[in-house]
């Protein structure tokens, strides 16, 4: 069936530390993927997106990487900011016009 | 740009009731909407997919008559909880895409609807 699910419920970092959020996902026909950033009481941000022809793509203090061949996507925050700190969501799209929500990282970012 | 705005913010209303949720696009015009659910501490899970002009399309499990879903322009649609229980309280989450960006949704700040 179709899955996307996270490995880390919940991540703890410093202030000015790297952060890695990984996803998992199990549909290999799966083109389009997109992390997002959910704050309490508030709805999903858009963070960044990447196709299935690329296996990077860089914003700013954010890098998204993806591999196809044990299909695996991650979030890579540098210098990790108490602002970071919130739900993240990775979510892919099978050409079904739908997004798959996987089942989320807590980010807390500590001083 | 691409923003989407939701209202109500928050609503609490009796157990029977109905209740509306509308859902807007401000700055584009949004082909395909989408409506989401969130339970506390868990993942969106969509519920149904409207295109502006036509009905919309429920995930299984969802009963259209319960979650009534119009789409009459290309900027508003809603969401209308009819017969409300305790059990519908939940973030019910709204996300809009144009027909220029593909795949991307652009996302509400979301309804928490609490039953009595």
């Known amino acids: 069936g179709e899955s996307v699910g996270l490995h880390l419920p919940t991540l703890s970092v410093q202030e000015g530390d790297n952060s890695i959020i990984n996803c998992a996902y199990s549909?290999?026909?799966?083109?389009?993927f997109i992390w997002y950033k959910q704050e309490s009481g508030k709805g999903p941000q858009f963070i960044i997106d990447?196709?299935?022809?690329?296996d990077k793509r860089q914003g700013q203090r954010v890098t998204v990487l993806l591999n196809k061949t044990v299909k695996h996507l991650s979030l890579q925050i540098a210098a990790t900011q108490p602002g970071d700190s919130a739900v993240y969501f990775c979510?892919?799209?099978?050409?079904?016009?739908?997004?798959?929500f996987g089942t989320g990282t807590r980010l807390q970012v500590f001083p | 740009g691409a923003v989407v705005s939701q209202h109500p913010s928050r609503v609490i209303c009796k157990s029977g009731t109905s209740v509306k949720i509308e859902c807007r696009s401000l700055?584009?015009?949004?082909?395909?909407m989408f409506w989401y659910r969130q339970f506390p501490k868990q993942s969106l899970m969509l519920m149904a997919t409207?295109?502006?002009?036509?009905?919309?399309?429920?995930e299984q499990g969802v009963e259209k008559d319960k979650f009534l879903i119009n789409h009459a322009s290309l900027t508003l649609s809603t969401l209308t909880v009819t017969s409300a229980h305790p059990e519908d309280s939940s973030f019910y989450i709204c996300?809009?895409?144009?027909?220029?960006?593909?795949?991307?949704?652009?996302f509400g700040p979301g309804t928490r609807l609490t039953v009595l």
């Open positions: 996300s809009a895409r144009t027909s220029r960006v593909a795949d991307t949704q652009y």
């Open positions: 549909n290999s026909a799966s083109d389009y």
């Open positions: 990447i196709r299935s022809n690329m």
């Open positions: 979510a892919e799209n099978i050409k079904t016009d739908k997004l798959i």
């Open positions: 700055d584009f015009q949004a082909t395909t």
């Open positions: 409207s295109n502006e002009g036509s009905k919309a399309t429920y």
